[in-house]
């Protein structure tokens, strides 16, 4: 019997039933698109052995004058600088105390040490570093004090307490798999001291949330903010989930906690110079003390602050306030005549979501309202225009630019903006949609992978607190597919080989390297498989017959002694009806070929109205594409 070519529309299409979508793909984990065929994604495996604490939801990219490359790291936790692998640690200070403001207090036979300070103004989870104490007396020695630790329990306003460790440990040396393992030392009867009038306190600024927490309530937030009913999304009820933006002046670096302040890092200082609050900077005049997200002007070289407080009011959130400083100034935020600093108040919408540059303007998102910020030039610096209202916004990590487009993916839609906002037509929508975890929206984040035409969105799924899925809109092949992955941050090459991408098992992981999981060691195979959607013959009046496939499978790089697929076709007798489940349904691709060859054919009889299609590999060291696979099929009667 001739034999029919088996192709099928590119893409993965959830928007009719599966029965409707004859011909189309339905089903689909790590396989992408190139060229209208499907291919397994490419691998992963860590940049360093070295681990970050917290959750890592920023990844910031930069080159140094002298051509040294680093990674910008902002956790819930931490803010590290990755230099070659290695996390460095530039957390601002938020507090240091004078001596003897600090005391210790021991319990023979516990490690558990109850540090006073009044006011300490510390969180659970907070870091604090002591220098200038003096033994306990006994196995709490002056160099067990003297180093950086994470505070357990808050007792009150005025205590604290933390766990001794062995002397001269470093928190990242200790750090392994995004969880400290120190080694603990137990107080004896002989600790009795209170570690001196000499103690000082140097206090990291507050750690935050890895989740977020709705307030609930009649005046939990400010007035007018979100709809009638609705959780508060004032910064200190509802919106704890930690989150930073980070940015180039030059090669020193600006980075700021949302809803937090802004601080600065000076590259001529050493890798391990904590970076310090802008106001501190000498020369600073009316710098905001709070904001919700700072960029740098590529275009003009203005630092913009986006949701701050204004000049007037310092210390007050105004959640929809813009404000620049002046040109080529980090310290001079003050308005004058003589000067292009400046504000600007937006009029829609209840706060500002996030800003993305693209290379003529500024796309500024409020939860209501998309406006287009422009460089004017003196006197009035910048100008805004809205562009599109009663569009939403997931979070404030979920648009990115791409050229002169932005993509974004709002709460029940996806958006592009080229000029003009539209609606971007998606097959996947109602899938994603319904399946995504509402209370952790601002968890969702979004990467670019240029070498394949590829935007990711990272989301958490319905039953999921955290990011555990992804949806992938490729804007060359205008296709979207999707599949299961856990991603926090994303960068895309360009300054470094391959894209970057944190995990939340505290490592950065390289990715398009390889076709393996590097999770773990040694690498694991990365199930990637795609499905279709039943068919038939006609319009299914008649059953058919299959009794041999040519199959139509590359290999290409693989590493694998012998690569192989499963490829399962699988067939039932009606729309409503079950597969069946009988051996003779699959047959497995499994000899020993070249990398570079096919299995000339195989063999197998199958019955029934619809066939489904499947390939799927499980093994490492296995990449491959499908082509267009030829089967001997034909009509074999109406019963």
Known sequence: MALSKLQFRPGVNREVTSYTNEGGWFDIDHVRFQKGFPEKIGGWQKSSNNSFLGTCRALHPWVSLDRDKFIGVGTNLKYYID??????????????????????????????????????????????????????????????????????????????????????????????????VPAYVVANGSDTGNGGSSVVGAYQINTGLDVTVSGAGWGAGTWSRGGWGSASTDPQVGNMLRLWSHDNFGEDLLMNVRDGGIYYRDSTNSIETRAVDITTLAGSLSAPTVAKQIMVSDRDRHVLAFGCDSQSNPGVQDPLLIRFSDQESLTEWAASATN??????????????????????????????????????????????????????????????????VYWMGRSEFYIYSGAVQRLPCMVRDFVFSDLNEGELEKITVGLNTQHSEIWWYYPSLNSAEVNRYVVYNYT????????????????????????????????????????????????????????????IGDGEQFMMLRRMIPDVDFKSSTALIPDVNITLDVKNAPDGTYSVNQTDAFVKAQSVPVDSRTEQLYFRLRGRQMRFKIQSDNTGVTWRLGSPRLDIGPDGRR
Do not use: C
Not at 114 to 124: E, K, M, N, R, Y
Not at 376 to 399: C, D, H, K, M, R
């Open 340 to 405: 292009t600093a400046g504000d600007l108040r937006l009029g829609s919408g209840s706060e500002i979501v996030t800003a993305v540059e693209t290379r003529q303007q500024v796309l500024v998102f409020t939860d209501t309202t998309l406006y287009a910020m422009q460089f004017l030039g003196p006197p009035f610096t910048f100008g805004v225009t809205a562009l599109s209202e009663n569009i939403t916004i997931a979070g404030p990590n979920a648009a990115i630019a791409v050229d002169d487009n």
């Open 477 to 536: 092949e205008q296709v979207w597919y999707y599949g299961s992955f856990a991603r926090t941050a994303w960068v895309d090459r360009g300054i470094f080989d391959f894209p970057f991408a944190a995990n939340t098992d505290g490592y950065i992981y390289e990715h398009e390297i390889g076709f393996d999981d590097g999770t773990t060691d040694p690498e694991t195979a990365i199930v990637a498989y795609i499905q279709s959607s039943p068919m038939g």
């Open 83 to 180: 230099e070659g692998g290695f996390y460095n640690d530039i957390t601002p200070l938020r507090l240091t105390t004078s001596a003897g403001d600090v005391t210790f207090a021991a319990t023979n036979g516990s490690s558990t040490l109850t540090v006073s300070d009044t006011s300490h103004g510390a969180l659970v989870n907070d870091f604090v570093t002591f220098s200038g104490a003096a033994s306990l007396g006994g196995n709490i020695t002056a160099d067990v004090l003297n180093q950086e630790y994470q505070i357990i329990e808050i007792v009150s306003n005025n205590s604290y307490k933390i766990e001794a460790r062995t002397a001269g440990t470093p928190v990242y040396e200790i750090t392994v798999d995004g969880q400290l």
